[in-house]
C-alpha cells in the first residue's frame, strides 16, 4: 500500500498497478525536488521499491502521474513534504509537476 | 504562441520599468515620461488598478511577512489621487490554496472596500478543481462557462475580460486556455465594436516571456487572434514577479510586479524560485499598477509604483 505520507487517496487504477501487500524489507529510494526539478529526473528500481519524493524548494510542487487518468497524485507538497508510493509492478511510469508542467520525471520498475 | 519569436528577439522587446515611470502607448508606439510629466496632468476618465501574486501563506526567507507587504500594496491604493474605479487580482491570492489562507486575503484586500475582480494563479486552485477559490472570489461574476473561472464584463465603456490559463496543465507545456473558453471568448467578442478598449487579465502571460521556465501560454496566440482586429487591447499578466513589457500592433502585454516576492529575469538563475532582495530592499521589489483611461483615448496610461513608494 502506499505510505502514511500520501495525501490523496490513490485512484482505481493506481491501486491495480501500485498497490499490493507491502513487503518486509521492500527497498527504498529517494527523489529530491530542486530548483524546479526532480532528482534524479529518471530513475530505474526493481518492483517492490518505496519510492520517496521530498520538495527542497521554496516553492510547493506536485509529483502527478501523465497517464489518464491520472495513476498517482500527490496533491500539493509544501517546502519539505514528502510524498511516497510502492512501485510493485513493472512498467515505465511519466509523472510531472501540475504546477510547473515542464518539470518531469519518469520511474522505470523492472 | 504558435510563432515564437527567437528568445534574443523576446528579450530586446522587453522594456524594464522602474518605479515613477509612466506608460502610454498610442498606435502601438510606447512612450515612457517620468512621474509628473503631461501624462499626470491630464484627467483621468477613470482608472483602475492591478494587484497581483500576494502568495498568502508563503513565509520563507525571501518574505516572512506576505500578509504585511499586501496591507501595504492596499494602503497604496488607498492613497492614489484618484480613487481607481475597479482592482484586478491577476492571480496566486494564496500559496497553497487553504482556507486560512483565502480568509486572510479576503479579509485585507475586503477592507479597502473595493471593487476587486480576480483571476485564478495555479497556487489558487489546488483544492477540489478549484472550487473554492471561485466560489469564494469570482461568486459575482458572470461565469463564461461553471467552474471555468473566466468571465467577462464592462466599465466605463472598457471591456474587460478574465481568463483562466492555469487549470489542465499537460506535462511538458506552458499555461492553457483550452478549446472551451476560446470559444467563449470568439462569442463574447463577437459584434463587439473594434473601437472599444479591451483589458484582457489572466495569470500567466499570455505571449511566451520565457518557455523553458513555463513562462507563456500554449494557445495565447488563438487568444490574440481573436483580439487583433480592435484598437486598443491591453493584456495584463502576473505569474513571474517582476515588470515586462511588449507591444504588438494594436496589443500591449504586461506583467506586474508580485506583492509578495520577486523571482528572478528569464534564465538568470538555476530556477525561478523565489528570490531573496537584499536586506531593506524587499519593498522596491513589490508594487502596484495603476492603469488610467484618458476620455476619448484609446491609449491608456500605465503607471508601476513599488512599494518602497
Redesign the interface.
Known amino acids: 500500500m502506499p505510505g502514511k505520507m500520501d495525501r490523496r487517496a490513490l485512484l482505481g487504477a493506481a491501486a491495480a498497478v501500485l498497490c499490493a501487500p507491502h513487503r518486509a524489507f521492500a527497498a527504498e529510494a529517494a527523489i529530491e525536488i530542486k ?3 526532480f532528482n534524479p529526473d529518471a530513475l530505474t528500481v526493481r518492483a517492490g521499491t518505496k519510492l520517496t519524493w521530498t520538495n527542497r ?4 510542487h506536485t509529483v502527478t502521474s ?1 497517464a489518464t487518468p491520472p495513476l498517482f497524485k500527490s ?2 507538497l ?2 519539505d513534504d514528502s510524498f511516497a508510493l510502492v512501485f510493485d509492478n513493472p512498467g515505465t511510469f ?3 509537476c ?5 518539470m ?1 520525471g519518469t520511474v522505470i520498475v523492472r | 504562441m504558435s510563432s515564437q519569436p527567437a528568445r534574443r528577439t523576446v528579450l530586446e522587446c522587453m522594456l524594464w520599468a522602474g518605479a515613477g515611470v509612466v506608460w502610454s502607448v498610442a498606435g502601438g508606439v510606447p512612450r515612457s515620461r517620468l512621474l509628473g510629466g503631461p501624462a499626470q496632468a491630464a484627467e483621468a476618465a477613470f482608472s483602475f488598478v492591478q494587484i497581483s501574486d500576494s502568495h498568502i501563506g508563503f513565509n520563507k526567507d525571501a518574505n516572512t511577512d506576505v500578509p504585511g507587504t499586501l496591507q501595504a500594496a492596499m494602503g497604496q491604493i488607498a492613497a492614489l489621487k484618484q480613487a481607481p474605479a475597479l482592482v484586478l487580482h491577476s492571480g496566486d491570492v494564496s500559496h497553497l490554496s487553504k482556507p486560512a489562507q483565502f480568509d486572510t486575503a479576503a479579509q485585507i484586500i475586503g477592507a479597502g472596500k473595493l471593487d476587486v475582480h480576480y483571476v485564478p494563479g495555479e497556487h489558487d486552485m489546488l483544492e477540489d478543481d478549484g472550487r473554492p477559490f471561485i466560489e469564494r472570489f469570482q461568486g459575482r461574476e458572470k461565469a463564461g462557462a461553471a467552474g471555468g473561472a473566466f468571465y467577462s464584463f464592462d466599465q466605463n465603456g472598457v471591456h474587460f475580460i478574465g481568463l483562466n490559463n492555469v487549470t489542465n496543465l499537460k506535462a511538458g507545456g506552458l499555461g492553457i486556455l483550452g478549446a472551451a473558453q476560446l470559444a467563449w471568448l470568439a462569442d463574447d467578442l463577437n459584434g463587439r465594436a473594434a473601437s472599444q478598449p479591451i483589458v484582457v487579465f489572466a495569470h500567466i502571460p499570455l505571449w511566451t516571456v520565457y518557455a523553458p521556465w513555463g513562462w507563456g501560454t500554449e494557445d495565447g496566440e488563438r487568444a490574440l487572434a481573436l483580439l487583433r482586429r480592435f484598437g486598443s487591447v491591453t493584456v495584463l499578466n502576473g505569474h513571474i514577479h517582476q515588470v515586462m513589457q511588449k507591444v504588438e500592433g494594436t496589443v500591449a502585454f504586461h506583467t506586474a510586479r508580485s506583492t509578495a516576492f520577486p523571482q528572478p529575469a528569464p534564465g538568470a538563475a538555476a530556477s525561478p524560485g523565489p528570490m531573496k532582495a537584499d536586506a531593506g530592499k524587499l519593498r522596491g521589489v513589490l508594487g502596484i499598477r495603476e492603469v488610467q483611461v484618458i476620455a476619448g483615448q484609446a491609449e491608456l496610461a500605465i503607471v508601476d509604483t513599488s512599494l518602497a513608494g
Open positions: 530548483d524546479f526539478a524548494d521554496d516553492t510547493p501523465t496533491g500539493a509544501d517546502s511519466s509523472y510531472f501540475s504546477l510547473h508542467p515542464h518531469q
